[in-house]
């Protein structure tokens, strides 16, 4: 058993970003076949062990074709009201009568979340989103890095003056940023801010407020209720995949889930 667990170590550094603290028991939420926290073990940001999934085909259980409602807590689709989410107005992509709701919890400081957005993210965009597949939801998580807060706060902040997807991916270009210290950290979100034209002054008192700050400990309360500890995460309608996927991967989940739904 041992020499099982040293095996499965081993195969700990291309999964994802996670935050140092013990995981809870499995949530009942149905998970897509993916690596995920072993349930009865510590995992830290320099140590995971992984569970490899034994079946590569997930199972979607039929449902009916879903209603989004707008409430004044944000868009919530029916995916995400079996949840208990909503989402912020800035931070969604397409329609939110689509037959498949992703919801992504990331870190901009996250080097598995950066991997995603700059190889997969734009394909889903591009294949499913545009196309009225899915809507895709971001929920901010920052847990890996020293200043992720302070860039999720200013991706917030930007959605306010209706950038939050330019700044979206500019802070996710400045990754590396996020590990430094504040100063540096402050001086790179206001270089991003005058390039894309925003006003610095409200963003600085945007960053500011709490109630700007009480939306990202939300996010991460509801994190933590789903039993979310790492990045990136992403809820396929109600299923968990955890983990920076490739394309592939994610046209076969896509294609699962949209034939699942009673007709």
Known sequence: MHQRWIVLSILIWLIGCTAAAPVP????IPRLPTVTPEPLLKVTPTSRIIRLAENPIP???ATPVPTAVISTAGVITAAMAQLGLSAEPYAILGDPDALITIVEFTDFGCSFCRRHHQFTFRHLVDEFVTSGQVFYVVKQFPVTSP???LAALAAICAGEQ???WTMHDALFAAGDVWYGDVVNARRQIMTIAAELGLDRA???DCIARPS???VIARHVSEAHELHIFGTPVFFINNQL???AQPIERWREFLQLAANSYLR
């Open 212 to 214: 700007t700050q009480e």
């Open 59 to 61: 199972t979607f259980t």
């Open 147 to 149: 200043q992720g807060e």
């Open 241 to 243: 995949l955890a983990g």
């Open 25 to 28: 028991p499995p949530p009942t």
């Open 202 to 204: 409200e963003l600085q």
């Open 162 to 164: 209706g950038a939050y």
